[in-house]
C-alpha cells in the first residue's frame, strides 16, 4: 500500500533529521512536511506551513491528501515551556487532540507521538527507571507529555487508533540543533569543540542524564512504526534508552580527541530541571516487545560528532 505520511513540527531538532529518513523510505512526493515556520535551510519536498493547534486546517490537510500516518513532533520543550506554563499546555494539548482527533476521523492507520524523559520525577528511582514508574513530572511540558501518553492510550482503547510512542531521552545530533530543551548543552557542547572556543555548561559538571545519538533515536521511531500491531503491548510510551551520562563525562570523551578543549560550569534554572530526571531508564520492554537495541556509546558517539561537525564547518569556511 502507498502511504502518505504527514510530519508536524518538521523544521525541529528531530523533525529535521526524521523528514530526511521518512522521505528516503517513502519517497520526497509522499511525505508532507509541516511546520509553524518556513524551512530555515533549504528544502525539497513538499512543504506546507501549518499551524497545528488549526484542528480545521489539519483535518483538511489530512483528509485531502489522504494521508496514512503521522507523525506529530510539534511541542514547546522543557525550558522553554517554564517561562509560559498556561500557555505551554494549551498548545502541546490543543495541537495532539487536533492530531488525534484528525486521524480517528478521517481514518489514518497509524499515529506517533513522542514522549519524553520529563514524564519522571521525584519518584522515580535514579537510576534504572521502569517503563511503569509512576509518573510525577515537575515541568509543565513533562505533565503534558504525561497526559499526552494516556490520551494515547485512550484513543487506541476507545477507537482503535494505533498510536505508538516513545519516551526519548536527551538527543544528540550533528544535523539540527535542538531548542528549549534541558538536554541541549550536549549538542552545544560539541559545536564548541570544533570552534575550539571554550564552553559554559548550564548544568552542573555531574548531573548524569539518561541521552542517546541521533541515529538511534531515528532508527528506534522508525523501528516502533514498523513493529506488527500486536507487538506494541504498552500504549502510553516506550522507555527508550540509548547512553547516560553527565557533562564532565561528555567533557571527558571530547578532551581525548581534542585535548586542548575546556569547559566551566554555571549551571542556570535549567539544572533543577535536570535533577529533577532520572540518571538513567530501563527500556526492556522496548527490547523485548520489537527489538530496540541502541548502537552508539558515548566514545563512538563524539567521533561521529566531532567529525561531521568539522566536515560542516569546513564547508561553511569555503562557502
Ligand atoms: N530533550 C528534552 C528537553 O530537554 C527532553 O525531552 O526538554
Redesign the pocket.
Known amino acids: 500500500m502507498n502511504e502518505t505520511i504527514l510530519i508536524t513540527g518538521a523544521n525541529g531538532q528531530l523533525g529535521t533529521v526524521l523528514t530526511s529518513a521518512l522521505q528516503e523510505r517513502f519517497g520526497r512526493e509522499r511525505v508532507i512536511v509541516t511546520d509553524i515556520r518556513p524551512p530555515q535551510r533549504e528544502f525539497s519536498g513538499r512543504f506546507e506551513q501549518l499551524d497545528v493547534t488549526d484542528a480545521e486546517g489539519l483535518t483538511q490537510m489530512v483528509r485531502e491528501n489522504k494521508v496514512t500516518q503521522i507523525y506529530h513532533l510539534a511541542a514547546i ?3 522553554t515551556g517554564e517561562a509560559a506554563p498556561l500557555r505551554t499546555w494549551e498548545i502541546n494539548m490543543t495541537a495532539l487532540l487536533n492530531v488525534l482527533e484528525a486521524a480517528r476521523l478521517e481514518g489514518v492507520d497509524k499515529v506517533f507521538y513522542p514522549s ?3 514524564v519522571f520525577g521525584p519518584s522515580a528511582p535514579a537510576a534504572d527507571v521502569p517503563n511503569d514508574c509512576h509518573l510525577d513530572p515537575v515541568t509543565v ?1 513533562g505533565i503534558s ?1 504525561a497526559a499526552g501518553e494516556n490520551w494515547a492510550q485512550y484513543y487506541f482503547n476507545r477507537y482503535g487508533l494505533d498510536v505508538r510512542s516513545l519516551r ?4 544528540i545530533g550533528h544535523q539540527s540543533q ?1 531548542g ?5 548543552y550536549a549538542v552545544d557542547i560539541y559545536h564548541a569543540a570544533v570552534k575550539n572556543v571554550p564552553f559554559s555548561c548550564f548544568l552542573d559538571k555531574d548531573e548524569q542524564l539518561p541521552m542517546i545519538f541521533m541515529d538511534d533515536a531515528i532508527r528506534a521511531t522508525l523501528k516502533i512504526m514498523d513493529a506488527p500491531k500486536v507487538a506494541i503491548r504498552i500504549r502510553t510510551s516506550y522507555n527508550l534508552a540509548g547512553l547516560s551520562f553527565c557533562p564532565a563525562d561528555v567533557a571527558a570523551s571530547i578532551q581525548r580527541q581534542a585535548p586542548g578543549f575546556t569547559v566551566d560550569y554555571n549551571p542556570d534554572h535549567r539544572q533543577a ?1 535536570a535533577a529533577g530526571w532520572p540518571d538513567s531508564i530501563d527500556d526492556s520492554a522496548a527490547r523485548t516487545d520489537w527489538g530496540w537495541e541502541p548502537e552508539f556509546n558515548l566514545e563512538r558517539m563524539t567521533e561521529e560528532m566531532l567529525s561531521a561537525l568539522k566536515i560542516k564547518q569546513s564547508g561553511q569556511i569555503a562557502a
Open positions: 520543550l522543557s525550558a519524553s524523559i520529563a511540558y507529555k526519548y531521552p536527551g538527543v535542538p528549549g530543551g534541558t538536554t541541549d530541571i
